[in-house]
């Protein structure tokens, strides 16, 4: 008799069905898409996506880096907490500083390093196109809590990628504006 055979209709109502929680993360991913596709500035789509990815990941500090066309380099866009506006400028500073922004930006997923200075694990991952950068992502998530961070990757880069494409086409929109 196979293990399973020997489970009646209760044991089955009690285990959780592995895809449930599947299902409500792509229900999430939908709802999400729909509001990204009802923004109408760059700025509310940057805070759309720090709500939903508070939702997915419990990082403790998060902020948006954004490439500013005209003077050729990342400024800080959305940060949360507001008042971790200032730690967090100090830690991507030193991260610009010893190379690891630019080495993340050309990587093709997101990855995880640990702050010299301060030993905080950072999510970095690239808001870039093939024609483009248009900034970076960092999130600061405690020690304890990177393995839920290993389970939601996947996740975060298809989130990042849309984010990306939808950040392009409003610079494109922009580009087209001023030439008409």
Known sequence: MFPSAALNDTDLRRRPNPYEKLIEK??????????????DTQERVIEITADHV???VPFYQLGFWMVDPERL?????HCYPAAA???LQEVVADEIGDGTFAWALQQTRAVLVNHQRTGQTLFLNGLSTRSRTLGMFVGIIHPDEVRQLEHARELLSLI?????????????LAELKKQA
Do not use: D, H
């Not at 792509?26 to 923004?39: D, H, I, K, Y």
């Open 26 to 39: 792509l229900a999430a991913l939908e709802v999400f898409q729909r509001q990204l596709r009802e923004c």
């Open 54 to 56: 508070r939702r997915l």
């Open 73 to 77: 380099e990342f400024v800080p866009g």
């Open 85 to 87: 506006a200032r730690p």
């Open 160 to 172: 990042f990628l849309g984010v990306t494409y939808t950040l392009e086409n409003f610079q494109l």
